[in-house]
């Protein structure tokens, strides 16, 4: 039917078919790793990370960060669009999950925290689960000075944590609502107190930490950060590219902006230096809308970086408006290639 005047049969029609969208989804991995202990959920299964590379690439079609980027700006985006992210930079990123990209053929961008680089160092976050979540004898009272008041905690019985203890609460994350152990619920209260710690402070209250905990500040051998020469190999192959994840991975809303400048460019000069070539795209740490500002997001513009990844959900549409410096995401799980598939099938949906 032609109604005079209307002038749009074709676009009425297509939207009551409601066609298939051109859309993407991107995806966000931190750690490709069989945990002992996985408080913060970052870790998936080189098993279960397989099915999720197999399954992409058998019904999606992957995109590296680049392809996207050039496929919004051109109209050209393809549907069921899926982008690879890992978070942080972690040594396994070349160890578990590039053979497994490789095979599927599957391209990848990795946003490393340019500060740990060659650090020896954990992720404090993996530190002060060291420190706290494994089997030992620490001090009964545990008392911070922490960012201008002073806390202390008293862990009873849990001062000794034994084996058995520590297997019956491998599964505990901090999602969960209850802390099994007095050990649990300081690592819980550490971990938020810390987040927007200077790091100057955080790496005080660690060393505080240790000292308490009896232990020296040798990093474990599958926590670490990929090195200089590991991260050359990374991207040797061109399927894996690096971004960059800041210096030290703050809370960047709480850095002023001279801090958050640093942060930011000197994390780009740092990677290119090791890499010898660009790094154009960037993701926030922790990436929520509280953790960087509108002032944030005008800095990694500025600094030359082409786009930036957030941490909130969404899908990419050619139909929507997108802003390249904060794309969103969607944070894997450790789910098997089925449960992995539904997710998928649901975000596209949303
Ligand atoms: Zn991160």
């Known amino acids: ?47 279960n990370f397989s099915a999720h590379m197999e399954h992409l690439q058998r019904r999606y079609r992957v995109l590296s960060l680049e392809e996207l980027r050039q496929a919004v700006g051109e109209g050209t985006l393809p549907k069921r669009a899926v982008v690879v992210t890992f978070d942080d930079g972690y040594a396994d990123n070349l160890w578990n999950a590039q053979p497994i990209l490789e095979r599927y053929g599957v391209p990848a961008t990795v946003f490393v925290a340019a500060g740990y680089v060659a650090q020896e160092l954990e992720f404090w976050w993996d530190e002060v689960e060291r420190l706290l979540l494994h089997p030992g004898r620490v001090p009964r009272t545990l008392r911070m000075d922490l960012d201008g008041g002073i806390y202390e905690w008293d862990l009873g019985d849990a001062a000794e944590y034994t084996t058995a203890e520590f297997e019956r609460h491998r599964g505990w994350h901090v999602l969960m609502k209850g802390d099994p152990t007095p050990r649990h619920r300081v690592y819980r209260e550490l971990c938020r107190l810390m987040r927007p710690l200077p790091d100057a402070e955080r790496r005080r209250v660690l060393d505080g930490l240790r000292k308490w905990a009896g232990v020296d500040g040798r990093f474990r051998w599958d926590y670490r950060p990929l090195s200089g020469p590991e991260l050359l190999e990374l991207t040797r192959g061109r399927l894996v590219e690096t971004g960059a994840h800041t210096l030290i991975h703050p809370v960047l809303s709480a850095l002023s902006l001279e801090e958050q400048h640093r942060e930011i460019s000197e994390s780009k000069a ?9 790094v154009v795209h960037f993701a926030y740490p922790y990436g929520s809308r509280a953790d960087y500002t509108l002032e944030t997001v005008a800095l990694v513009r500025e600094a030359g970086f082409e786009g930036a990844c957030s941490n909130f959900a969404g899908t990419v549409s050619a139909g929507r408006r997108l802003d390249l410096y904060q794309m969103p995401r969607f944070l894997v799980r450790n789910w098997t290639g089925e449960e992995f598939a539904r997710r998928l099938t649901r975000w596209f949906r949303e």
């Not at 209307?6 to 859309?23: F, H, Q, Y």
């Not at 740092?270 to 660009?278: D, F, I, N, Q």
């Open 270 to 278: 740092t990677l290119e230096a090791v890499l010898g070539r660009p």
């Open 1 to 47: 039917m032609r109604v005079r005047g209307l002038g749009r049969p074709r676009r009425a029609w297509r939207w009551a078919t409601a066609p298939v969208r051109s859309e993407a989804v991107i995806l966000l991995y931190h750690r490709v790793f069989e945990a002992p202990l996985d408080p913060q959920l970052l870790c998936v299964t080189p098993a």
